[in-house]
C-alpha cells in the first residue's frame, strides 16, 4: 500500500543569508561528482570552523530554518561526520549511547533504579558479541540517563570531548546523572547508557556503532531484566545498539515513538475485541506537526482511545503510516483508515480527533 498520509509540516522559504544551508542546498543540487565532493568538503569545513568556535546558536538557527527535510538530513550527517571524524589520524574519543526502551507496569507506583547494578556485566557481554572490539579502551556509565539530558549536549561540545579526551576512563566532563523511571499502570520510557571509546589513529574501530543487536539482543534484555527488577512492577527492556551519541538520541527517541503506538494499539484493540464490537484504526495528521492516531467503534463516543505523536525534523510520516498499517494487519483489522487532508489541532478549543463516527471520512479506508 502507498501512504496518502500527508506531512503536517511546514517549512520556511529558503534563508540565502545562511551560509550551512546555502551551502547545503548547493550539495544537493549539484550533479557533477567531483564538484559535488569539493561542496562536501567545503561545508564539513564550515561547520568544523563553527564548532570549533562552540557556536551552537548558529548551527541550531541553520537546523531551524531549513527548506525541507531532505535540507534537514543532509545537514545533520554533515554535522555528525564533522564531530565524530577529527582530521587526520589521531587518537580521540568515541562518544556514544546505548538507547533502552524501557515497557514498564505497575499497578500501585514504583520507581525503577536510576542506574544499572553492575555495569561491568553489560561490558563483558558486548565484548563476548564483539560490539567492543577485543582489546578496546572503552568505559560505559552505568546511569539510565534521561533524553532531555542528553539533549542538553551540544554538537561544539561534542566535537571538543571527541578531541579533547585522552583517556576513556574518566569518562565525559559533563555531570549526566541517572533518572528513575517512574513506573505506575502502563508507560513506555526511554533511557541511555553512555559510553566513550579511544580510537587510535588508524587502528581498527573500538565500538561497532549502528546496526541491529542481532545474536546479543536477547542476553541485553535479560541483562538489564535482572538489574533494574523492582518489586511489583512488570519490565520488559529493549536495548538497542549503540550509536554516535546525538544519533543514539534521534533514533532512540523515534523507537519509543514506535513501541508506545504498538502498546496503546495493542491495548485498545484487546479491550474492544471483549465486547465483539467492530474496530477501526485511523491514522491522520494535523496541522500541529502531530499524527493522532484512534481506535473507534461505530455508534460508540465512550469506548475510543487517541494516541499522539509528535512529528520529530527527521521523522517519516511515510513509514510510520506503512508501520501503522502493518501493524493493523498484524492485528487483523480490517478496516484501517488514513485521512487524506491535514487536520486541525482543536475544534471549539478543544484537541480534534478524528474517530470512526466522523462521517466526511467513511471513504477513506485501506
Known sequence: ??????????????????????????????????????????????????????????????????????????????????????????????????????????????????????VQALTQLLQAQGVIADGAECQLSGKLIHPNALATLTFPQLFRFTRNLVDAGRGLPVALEGDPVPAKDDGVFLRFVVGVAMHNGDANPPIRLGGTTGAWGMAAMKLFSEQLKTPNVTLFPIPRAPMLLPEALRQGQLARKEV??????????????????PITAIACAHDNNELRFTIS?????????????????????????????????????????????????QENGIPYFVTVDDAQFSAVRH
Not at 70 to 78: G, R
Open 1 to 118: 500500500m502507498t501512504s496518502i498520509l500527508p506531512d503536517p509540516r511546514r517549512y520556511p522559504r529558503v534563508n540565502p543569508a545562511n551560509d550551512l544551508i546555502r551551502q547545503t542546498m548547493g550539495l544537493l543540487t549539484e550533479r557533477e561528482a567531483g564538484l559535488a565532493l569539493t561542496r562536501a568538503e567545503a561545508l564539513k569545513d564550515t561547520l568544523r570552523a563553527l564548532f570549533e568556535a562552540d557556536d551552537h546558536v548558529a548551527w541550531q538557527e541553520a537546523l531551524d530554518q531549513v527548506p525541507s527535510q531532505e535540507v534537514y538530513k543532509a545537514l545533520w550527517q554533515a554535522g555528525l561526520d564533522v564531530v565524530a571524524q577529527p582530521v587526520g589520524t589521531i587518537r580521540h574519543a568515541v562518544i556514544f549511547a546505548l538507547p533502552v526502551i524501557l515497557v514498564a507496569g505497575c499497578k500501585t507506583q514504583a520507581h525503577l533504579p536510576a542506574q544499572l547494578a553492575d
Open 297 to 345: 467503534t461505530p455508534k460508540d463516543d465512550k469506548n475510543w482511545l487517541a494516541h499522539v505523536w509528535p512529528l520529530a525534523p527527521l521523522d517519516s510520516v511515510e513509514r510510520i503510516a506503512e508501520g501503522f498499517s502493518g501493524l493493523m494487519a498484524e492485528c487483523q483489522i480490517e478496516d484501517t483508515r488514513l485521512v487524506e487532508a491535514v487536520q486541525p489541532d
Open 260 to 277: 508506545d503506538l504498538q502498546c496503546f494499539s495493542s491495548n485498545m484493540i484487546r479491550k474492544l475485541r471483549e465486547h465483539s464490537v
